[in-house]
């Protein structure tokens, strides 16, 4: 019998059945930053094809291409900026969605001798599968594969087209070498600064070794 007059049966059963809905509820919130991210990344390739498409119909123009273009990819590049950044938040927030099932799924192992088999640790998905990685695989590499670092990378390559185009016409197109350096720099540069900025939200992310 607990403190308040409830018999602890019913207390449990009661924790129980609030432990599998926050289950249920985490599963989806999980699945949930999935669908968001491919709907985002989705919807920022769609904006691009479709953004090339018409600036190949108008580069038979060249006072209009510019214009065009001067107008489009820099609104392109807004757009992966704020994809990238929200890409970024829901990898977060799926990671500590799985840390908190895979809490869940610790005290399901606790419950009986079976329980301990059926809810294993090895037979999870991370965190609680703790097999190290191959050596080529660490968490630098890992930060290169995901979905934010792909936007990132092609949206990168937009900067630079910009970048080599805008400088390109300052020459009147006598200097393209030059502007090709030009850009290229500038997706390094944009590349290393995303990176960074990635790594620096995962590691706050992180819960404390």
Same mark, same amino acid.
Request: without cysteine; positive net charge; glycine residues 6%.
């Given at each position: 019998m607990a403190v308040d007059g409830t018999p602890s049966s019913e207390r449990q059963a009661a924790f129980m059945s609030a432990l599998v809905t926050e289950h249920i509820v985490l599963q989806t919130a999980a699945s949930a930053t999935v669908t968001e991210a491919a709907s985002r990344t989705s919807l =920022? +390739? *769609?904006s691009l094809s479709s953004s090339l498409v018409a600036l190949g119909f108008v580069s038979q123009f060249p006072q209009i291409f510019r214009l065009f273009a001067a107008a489009i990819l820099p609104a392109l590049f807004v757009l992966g900026v704020f994809t990238t950044v929200r890409l970024v938040d829901t990898g977060i927030e799926n990671?500590? *969605?799985l840390r908190r099932i895979a809490r869940i799924r610790g005290y399901y192992r606790t419950l009986t001798p079976d329980a301990a +088999? =059926? *809810?294993s640790s090895e037979s999870g998905r991370w965190p609680e599968a703790h097999a190290a990685p191959p050596v080529w695989y660490g968490t630098r590499i890992a930060l290169l594969t995901t979905a934010a670092t792909m936007i990132a990378f092609i949206n990168g390559i937009v900067a630079g087209a910009s970048v080599t185009l805008f400088v390109n016409s300052l020459f009147s197109g006598h200097h393209l070498g030059v502007a090709v350096i030009v850009g290229f720099a500038a997706v390094v540069g944009l590349m290393a600064v995303f990176l960074a900025y990635q790594q620096r939200r995962y590691r706050a /992310?992180? @819960? @404390? /070794?």
């Amino acid at each position: 019998m607990a403190v308040d007059g409830t018999p602890s049966s019913e207390r449990q059963a009661a924790f129980m059945s609030a432990l599998v809905t926050e289950h249920i509820v985490l599963q989806t919130a999980a699945s949930a930053t999935v669908t968001e991210a491919a709907s985002r990344t989705s919807l =920022y +390739v *769609f904006s691009l094809s479709s953004s090339l498409v018409a600036l190949g119909f108008v580069s038979q123009f060249p006072q209009i291409f510019r214009l065009f273009a001067a107008a489009i990819l820099p609104a392109l590049f807004v757009l992966g900026v704020f994809t990238t950044v929200r890409l970024v938040d829901t990898g977060i927030e799926n990671q500590q *969605f799985l840390r908190r099932i895979a809490r869940i799924r610790g005290y399901y192992r606790t419950l009986t001798p079976d329980a301990a +088999v =059926y *809810f294993s640790s090895e037979s999870g998905r991370w965190p609680e599968a703790h097999a190290a990685p191959p050596v080529w695989y660490g968490t630098r590499i890992a930060l290169l594969t995901t979905a934010a670092t792909m936007i990132a990378f092609i949206n990168g390559i937009v900067a630079g087209a910009s970048v080599t185009l805008f400088v390109n016409s300052l020459f009147s197109g006598h200097h393209l070498g030059v502007a090709v350096i030009v850009g290229f720099a500038a997706v390094v540069g944009l590349m290393a600064v995303f990176l960074a900025y990635q790594q620096r939200r995962y590691r706050a /992310a992180s @819960p @404390p /070794a």
